[in-house]
């Protein structure tokens, strides 16, 4: 009898035993179970998506994006012409409209055309179609170490690429220029016998006098008695020295006394090298 119990108990052990563990219950997130299932369709083209991938050459897709990227930033033939064209047409442009008061301004002065990089000459002619704006001619002074390097990558935005404000910045962070007739201000700045011939793309627009801004609105009147007379209008100020005074004005573009700042690189561009002779 006892070994009949001792069998079952036995039995009893084993079957305890071979049984499988049981499973913890994971909690599934709420998130997943309101995401649609995605469509068969979707899947089998992602799978052969991945079978492409897993199939194709890498150093033929390293070889693709490479001359992509030559193509890209080369410009084409067509286009390279075209800016050649139009830089000599600003270039000859600019010659005929300011050599000779430049040359009456410094005297004897030899106009070397500048020519800067693609994306300077590029950047410019593309500014001139988007905005409603005139070319203003300036001259921009600066130090005999500065004249290669502004020749090749133009006048650069303090804060750009490294470059910092060298000679202050009264009206503004901006890129100053003297308007022609002040070439005594840009002068100032250099330390040789060299400085720039620029253009500048100017939207910018005249400032109203103190005369429009205060028009009387009523007239005296010698046959009708008058019991309502306007306020005196406050008298505006004169500018306490011409030099600061605003003549013309926008956001891209100031006149201030005889300098001219602008505030977007692309909208001034060194266009002669003007050395004394």
Known sequence: MADCETSDLTDQTASLSSRPPKRRKLPVNYKWLRRACPESSDVAKSAKALKMVFETNLDCCLEALASTRANHEAPAPQRLEKLHVSWANLLNKTYQ????SVMKELGQVKLEPVYPELNVQEGFLSARKTYESVTTYTY???????????SHTGLLMPGIGGHTVKNGSAHGVGIYTARLGSAGLSRGFCDSDQMFLCGVCDPSVPVPTSETDHKPTWKPSSTIVQTQFPKRQPVPPRAANKKFELHRKSDEVIHVGDAVVTFKQNLVVPLFRGALD
């Open 140 to 150: 921009h002074g600066t130090k005999q170490q500065n004249i290669d390097s502004i």
């Open 97 to 100: 409209k300011c050599a000779e």
